[in-house]
């Protein structure tokens, strides 16, 4: 995206949030580039509270406000396919929950072009291209993706969780276009794209509890907003939603909100979570942990992973840089009983210390350089075929060499 065409869409998403009554400070600029993507900036130190963004409710997508605009739908000049489908959509809309019906609304929205009420939001919306890191598009464009295949299996199994969900959503959506004879209107493709908008720039914010939403409908797509980017600090802020649909999404500076960058912290967890559910990758992410599963499980005789199971200590053994989490210590101690898995209680139970921790350390290391090579096998892997999803899995795996490396 050229900078002038780019800047130009801001400057009409600013205008046309400004002219329905909502605000946005003149100290934020948006930028887009290849470092940040698009992301907000503040041009000086904040004040606490000071008020950054407001935007009005009726100015953000959710199954309300798309409810309640297909039902007060009147079409304007030439009446096209897609206003045609809406006047059947109003009557079916409320049976379509967030995922289905928002991005069904967005492509709508899009193939109405300069007609459509959103389109200076829609015209901000990332293009697919850009939303191809994430491994469900791997999958979702090759059934047999090697570059899939290559990742680790928390991010196989997410992502074909993910893949699962889309396929559901479109379906259901399918056959709501044909029952209404517009089976042909949209395109799966189309849908995967506004699909991944929603799944990647929705706010998961509680709507008023007057409206009686179910927890999986409580999203919004907020113009603007979408645009904060994740980080752990301090300084992040934390968006306000708006107690009823009379009032605005707002967002305050807070107590260290510093001249740069303005962001969220909305989750925190690895490197392979942020991939799968984003499609990108914190520069630094100190909750990046590698995952000992397939080679600990592995290992256990079946009265061990019996006692690990009947105490709720089967899996997900984690380690981070600077820290072994209990369930892997557990694990460890395990490995070294055989019948008698009273003193591993009571160390459960925090009545007596660690007293596997000396075998357990050494038992760690032989555990990591085999999770070392591993990684190194799957980078050479990677490196002897050239895909356009390299540098993910590169980066992937060099993150989780480091926590390795950290620990040996």
């Not at 300069?114 to 090759?142: A, D, H, Q, Y």
């Not at 019948?339 to 990591?368: D, H, P, Q, W």
Request: aromatic share 14%; with cysteine; net charge negative.
């Amino acid at each position: 995206m050229q900078d002038g065409d780019w800047d130009s869409r801001i400057a009409n998403l600013i205008k046309w949030l400004e002219n329905g009554g909502s605000f946005i400070s003149p100290r934020l600029k948006v930028k887009s580039d290849l470092v940040y993507g698009r992301s907000i900036w503040i041009d000086s130190d904040a004040k606490e509270h000071e008020q950054l963004i407001s935007i009005k409710f009726n100015y953000t997508l959710n199954v309300v406000t798309v409810c309640r605009q297909l039902k007060n739908f009147e079409a304007v000049d030439s009446v096209s396919d897609v206003e045609n489908f809406y006047a059947n959509l109003k009557n079916v809309c409320e049976t379509l929950n967030s995922f289905q019906l928002i991005p069904l609304f967005l492509v709508c929205e899009s193939r109405r072009g300069p007609k459509s009420f959103w389109s200076p939001f829609v015209k901000c919306l990332p293009r697919i291209e850009e939303l191809s890191g994430m491994p469900m598009t791997w999958l979702w464009r090759n059934q047999e993706s090697r570059s899939w295949t290559l990742l680790p299996k928390w991010s196989r199994e997410r992502s074909q969780e993910q893949l699962e969900r889309f396929k559901s959503d479109w379906k259901i959506v399918s056959k709501v276009l044909s029952d209404c004879s517009y089976s042909d209107l949209i395109r799966e493709k189309e849908f995967l794209w506004a699909w991944l908008c929603c799944n990647t720039r929705c706010l998961y914010m509680e709507l008023p509890a007057s409206l009686a939403l179910s927890t999986a409908d409580n999203i919004s797509m907020v113009p603007y907003l979408d645009f904060i980017n994740h980080d752990y600090s301090e300084a992040a802020v934390e968006p306000i939603a708006p107690p009823n649909i009379d009032q605005d999404w707002r967002l305050l500076s807070g107590k260290k909100t510093k001249q740069g960058e303005v962001c969220f912290s909305y989750h925190c967890d690895s490197d392979e979570y942020f991939l799968c559910e984003y499609g990108f990758m914190l520069e630094e992410n100190t909750y990046n942990h590698i995952q000992l599963d397939f080679i600990l499980n592995g290992l256990f005789k079946p009265e061990q992973r019996k006692f690990l199971e009947d105490n709720g200590y089967w899996g997900d053994y984690k380690v981070y840089s600077d820290e072994i989490t209990f369930r892997t210590e557990v694990a460890l101690a395990v490995l070294q009983e055989t019948t008698n898995f009273a003193k591993i209680e009571a160390f459960m139970n925090g009545e007596s210390e660690n007293s596997y921790t000396v075998t357990s350390t050494r038992f760690l290391k032989k555990v990591l350089q085999k999770y070392q090579n591993w990684c190194l096998e799957r980078l050479s892997a990677i490196r002897s075929y050239e895909t356009d999803e390299n540098p993910y899995l590169i980066q992937l795996y060099n993150r989780s060499l480091k926590v390795v490396n950290q620990l040996l």
